[in-house]
């Protein structure tokens, strides 16, 4: 079974682009989520979606959004970018059942120059 | 406020010296406490689901315990390969949601 796919694996973008990142989940996974992994803060959750429809989210500013398609497909986008952005973004998908693992991609690297 | 904290931040180990890691949390409702693996460049690999006080789950080398304040990651006669970042996170509240508080991991070398 092909496990979770993120891309692309790497990004460089200056500050105030936006950026877009795509997950792919685990097939069968309905929920998928998204962490930001920074060397100081360690992993932190973005938000979660299920079925289409934001479950969760996490403290971070309104620049920070996602969407699912009906596919379980999942998009991350960040606009107006800025340096402190700078991070590993994972994503993870689940079968949605409460405490099913997360299983995770191998994320995607972006830096913000 | 709910937190995950992971002891020590950083491990080195001799091949075949057995250890354990920490994970103590300050989560209220804990309904699980998840372990990770994570190497460096990828993504964390799941290891172990925790639910209660008094579980344990072993794998290989790794054996997992739970009490009310604490997990406890136990590695005996660690290999190389053993060498990554080991990772905490605790499930609380309600429904299916899969909101995780990590904690900020256990770097882990294991020398030959």
């Known amino acids: 079974k092909a496990g979770v796919t993120q891309t692309p694996r790497y990004l460089i973008k200056t500050r105030g682009q936006q950026v877009t990142l795509s997950c792919s989940p685990i097939?069968?996974?309905?929920?998928v989520s998204w962490y930001q992994q920074t060397p100081g803060q360690g992993l932190q959750f973005l938000f979660e979606?299920?079925?289409?429809?934001?479950?969760n989210k996490g403290n971070f500013p309104g620049r920070f959004s996602g969407r699912q398609f009906s596919n379980s497909r999942s998009e991350m986008n960040v606009s107006t970018l800025e340096l402190g952005d700078s991070a590993l973004y994972l994503c993870?998908?689940?079968?949605?059942?409460?405490?099913?693992?997360?299983?995770f991609g191998n994320g995607t690297r972006l830096t913000v120059t | 406020e709910d937190q995950v904290t992971q002891s020590p931040e950083a491990l080195r180990l001799q091949e075949g010296e057995s250890s354990s890691l920490n994970c103590s949390y300050t989560?209220?409702?804990?309904?699980?406490l998840f372990w990770y693996r994570q190497d460096p460049g990828k993504g964390p690999e799941f290891l172990f689901t925790?639910?209660?006080a008094g579980e344990e789950k072993e794998k290989e080398r790794l054996k997992a315990t739970l009490t009310k304040k604490e997990s406890f990651l136990h590695i005996t006669a660690p290999k190389p390969e053993d060498s990554a970042t080991y990772l905490c996170?605790?499930?609380?509240?309600?429904?299916?949601?899969?909101?995780?508080?990590f904690g900020t991991g256990t770097l882990l070398a294991v020398q030959p």
């Open positions: 993870a998908s689940s079968l949605a059942r409460e405490n099913s693992p997360l299983h």
């Open positions: 996170a605790a499930f609380h509240g309600g429904g299916a949601t899969n909101k995780l508080i």
């Open positions: 989560v209220s409702g804990l309904r699980g």
């Open positions: 979606y299920f079925s289409e429809t934001q479950r």
């Open positions: 097939s069968g996974h309905r929920s």
């Open positions: 925790l639910y209660s």
